[in-house]
């Protein structure tokens, strides 16, 4: 026998020798393993001189070590030339566990979470705890990355009596992670007869409901006592831990820095009433509050003489400017004398001084948003529509760079110009053209009129909207009228201003995401001030929400950093905090359907 041979021969022989240790039953069949210094080709060319079983056995350790390797498209490629229901369970599950790690990678989660909803997982506590444990964690993986947060923690808290050690401590902080993600409805309603996950819920509540480091030090200590022996009690999550440990001086006195005059003082009293009716809230339901200064921005000639006047105030936490132009020189410094939180975003991509926190609406969350929103919903190609300007070309930037994150393509834009060109664009966006073109072909050829319908492109999964709404009233129906009326669109927040129910209809289908202010009708902080201040519910409803989540992430700025995934729900989304220290919204979803805004789960 040549050499090669025999090095192939041995490399077999030893693969399924190791794999006979540590094996479940035989009626389960063996598993796997990948020899050392073997290579994917070397496994995959012995396994063609094979058959059955021992062939079989080769490929998945083909597929493994590919995937060890961080090659998922070949991993996958391998396992197509394996017949996984011809296979025993246990190799049946090491497949499919390899399959969800390949989709995984590959960014394909529903078809990862399919992968190991198989029935023969119900072999699964039969295996090996290596395996388990594998398997479990790819599930938690394709959960997490299908946005099923709560099934993942169940995941998890099944997963920890199985791990030991360093693998035990890192699931640990992973289960606080996860349950602090859980929106707070989900908390509130708590887990019936699971005691530890119901203790994870109530201790991620209490952090979320505690307005200052003070009320965290005494609630989680009060939560402790009600449960000594819960695994978060016994081991402190060490973000956790961290936060209360950073508790420093109780914020008591805060700069309000926002324009009284000039073009931007309508929003500067709009975020204005919106903070202070949050510190009026806060004061009635007993929680201590910080005195607020106003200082004018649009008199300020000068920052630095505005952060030594402020830190003489007593200033602990400057919240403004709201300029664009202020926030971006700040943003250029080094440093700053004092915590800042803008209400703006600088332009640029320069790195921002440590001290300095961004928050605005921008359009950009929620191009991302609608991003994510479609991926999960199944849609793979995509084309957008934007105005011709440069907020519509940033918008639209957003949208590709998630959209082509989560592995979409994006196969054209169209920047929405002039009413009367509509229809051309929309035409030519979906071929309809060469639709025609073909039907006046074909009836040259037959010499005859026929009466076809233009057809449009069938590659298009849905429409990425970013428009106003009398744009966004323009463009449903003119889709409608060339012949894509059925294509799902998916818009920002800028669609929905207010319309009546007749003219909503004109947009009945449109999905769009939106602040939680304008889609809770039965918020009592929105029933007040809507009494005080009306339009608060209007147009400018918006900026009243976010001067309410402006003062309410005043004392968790601290958490935010050191629990980046433990997001605030605010009035203008769920507010998490990007390595940059900029406040990203993520939203919820709404749809216009028979003249009326219809909020989605």
């Given at each position: 026998?040549?050499?090669?041979?025999?090095?192939?021969?041995?490399?077999?022989?030893?693969?399924?020798?190791?794999?006979?240790?540590?094996?479940?039953?035989?009626?389960?069949?063996?598993?796997?393993?990948?020899?050392?210094?073997?290579?994917?080709?070397?496994?995959?060319?012995?396994?063609?001189?094979?058959?059955?079983?021992?062939?079989?056995?080769?490929?998945?350790?083909?597929?493994?070590?590919?995937?060890?390797?961080?090659?998922?498209?070949?991993?996958?490629?391998?396992?197509?030339?394996?017949?996984?229901?011809?296979?025993?369970?246990?190799?049946?599950?090491?497949?499919?566990?390899?399959?969800?790690?390949?989709?995984?990678?590959?960014?394909?989660?529903?078809?990862?979470?399919?992968?190991?909803?198989?029935?023969?997982?119900?072999?699964?506590?039969?295996?090996p705890l290596a395996q388990q444990e594998r398997t479990q964690l790819a599930r938690v993986a394709a959960l997490e990355a299908n946005g099923k947060t709560l099934q993942a923690l169940r995941e998890r808290l099944y997963l920890a009596p199985l791990l030991k050690e360093r693998n035990a401590h890192s699931n640990h902080q992973a289960i606080w992670s996860l349950a602090s993600q859980l929106s707070t409805d989900t908390l509130q309603a708590g887990a019936a007869n699971e005691a530890d996950l119901d203790g994870w819920m109530q201790l991620a509540l209490t952090v979320r409901e505690s307005?200052?480091?003070?009320?965290?030090?005494?609630?989680?200590t009060v939560w402790r006592n009600i449960h000594p022996?819960?695994?978060?009690?016994?081991?402190?999550?060490?973000?956790?831990?961290?936060?209360?440990?950073?508790?420093?001086?109780?914020?008591?006195?805060?700069?309000?820095?926002?324009?009284?005059?000039?073009?931007?003082?309508?929003?500067?009293?709009?975020?204005?009433?919106?903070?202070?009716?949050?510190?009026?809230?806060?004061?009635?339901?007993?929680?201590?509050?910080p005195e607020v200064t106003f200082y004018d921005s649009s008199r300020l000639s000068n920052l630095d003489a505005f952060y030594q006047q402020a830190s003489a105030d007593g200033i602990q936490l400057v919240v403004g400017p709201l300029d664009k132009a202020q926030v971006s020189e700040l943003a250029r410094r080094q440093s700053l004398p004092l915590p800042t939180l803008a209400l703006n975003y600088a332009e640029g991509a320069s790195q921002a001084p440590a001290q300095m926190f961004q928050f605005g609406l921008a359009a950009e969350d929620e191009a991302r948003s609608a991003a994510q929103q479609a991926w999960l919903d199944g849609h793979r190609r995509a084309i957008a529509m934007v105005p011709n300007s440069h907020w519509g070309r940033r918008v639209v930037a957003a949208f590709e760079q998630e959209w082509q994150q989560l592995g979409g393509q994006l196969l054209a834009t169209s920047h929405v110009d002039q009413p009367v060109?509509?229809?051309?664009?929309?035409?030519?966006?979906?071929?309809?053209?060469?639709?025609?073109?073909?039907?006046?072909?074909?009836?040259?050829?037959?010499?005859?009129?026929?009466?076809?319908?233009?057809t449009r492109r069938q590659d298009i999964d849905f429409v990425f909207l970013a428009a106003s709404p009398?744009?966004?009233?323009?463009?449903?129906?003119?889709?409608?009228?060339?012949?894509?009326?059925?294509?799902?669109?998916?818009?920002?927040?800028?669609?929905?201003?207010g319309f009546s129910a007749q003219e909503i209809k004109d947009m009945n289908g449109i999905r769009f995401n939106e602040t939680p202010w304008l889609l809770n009708q039965d918020d009592s902080m929105r029933q007040q001030l809507s009494n005080a201040w009306p339009q608060a519910t209007g147009g400018l409803g918006r900026l009243y929400a976010m001067g309410i989540d402006a003062y309410r992430l005043t004392p968790r700025l601290n958490q935010l950093l050191l629990?980046?995934?433990?997001?605030?729900?605010?009035?203008?989304?769920?507010?998490?905090?990007?390595?940059?220290?900029?406040?990203?919204?993520?939203?919820?979803?709404?749809e216009f359907v028979d003249g009326q805004v219809r909020p989605l789960d």
């Open positions: 026998m040549p050499s090669s041979l025999r090095l192939l021969a041995t490399l077999s022989l030893a693969s399924l020798l190791a794999a006979c240790a540590s094996q479940p039953s035989s009626t389960l069949g063996q598993l796997p393993s990948v020899p050392e210094q073997a290579s994917v080709d070397q496994l995959l060319l012995e396994a063609s001189s094979q058959s059955g079983e021992a062939a079989d056995l080769l490929r998945l350790s083909a597929a493994d070590l590919a995937l060890q390797q961080g090659d998922a498209k070949r991993a996958s490629q391998v396992l197509d030339l394996v017949t996984v229901d011809q296979l025993k369970p246990a190799q049946q599950i090491f497949a499919l566990t390899l399959d969800a790690e390949s989709m995984l990678a590959r960014k394909r989660p529903r078809s990862a979470l399919r992968a190991l909803e198989h029935p023969v997982m119900a072999h699964l506590a039969e295996l307005p200052s480091a003070e009320l965290l030090q005494q609630n989680v022996n819960h695994p978060a009690a016994l081991e402190l999550p060490s973000k956790l831990e961290k936060l209360m440990n950073s508790a420093s001086q109780p914020l008591q006195h805060i700069a309000l820095l926002l324009p009284a005059e000039g073009e931007l003082a309508g929003v500067g009293r709009a975020l204005r009433d919106g903070f202070m009716a949050a510190r009026l809230q806060s004061l009635q339901q007993g929680a201590p509050v060109q509509l229809a051309n664009q929309i035409a030519e966006l979906m071929d309809l053209r060469s639709s025609e073109q073909r039907a006046r072909r074909l009836s040259a050829a037959l010499g005859k009129d026929i009466n076809a319908l233009p009398i744009q966004a009233r323009q463009i449903k129906p003119t889709l409608t009228f060339q012949y894509a009326g059925d294509l799902p669109v998916y818009a920002t927040s800028h669609v929905n201003s629990m980046p995934d433990a997001p605030v729900d605010g009035e203008t989304g769920r507010l998490s905090l990007t390595a940059d220290r900029r406040i990203q919204r993520s939203l919820p979803w709404a």
